[in-house]
């Protein structure tokens, strides 16, 4: 199972966190991978000033903003799981 969390702290969420969530809920459906993948928010990871804060499995994600949360999801998500 990989775990994916997405910070949804007050500088994340006004820089587009929530919008990230969605895409990545609507790709794990859209893939069939409910079972495979974990999407969980968390409070403030420390990390404001590179993006909105994620983590995939524990490891930090840098830069993510809901523009590129489908390159996210296919370069560091989907290589996990297949």
Do not use: W
Not at 51 to 56: A, K, R, W, Y
Not at 61 to 77: G, L, P
């Amino acid at each position: 199972m990989v775990e994916v969390k997405v910070c949804v702290g007050s500088s994340c969420h006004m820089k587009g966190s929530y919008q990230v969530i969605m895409t990545f809920k609507k790709m794990i459906e859209k893939l069939g991978l409910q079972d495979k993948v974990a999407l969980k928010a968390s409070f403030c990871m420390g990390r404001c000033l590179n993006g909105i804060s994620m983590t995939v499995n524990d490891e930090p994600v840098e830069n993510v903003n809901f523009t590129n949360a489908e390159e996210i999801f296919n370069t560091r998500i989907l290589p996990l799981v297949e």
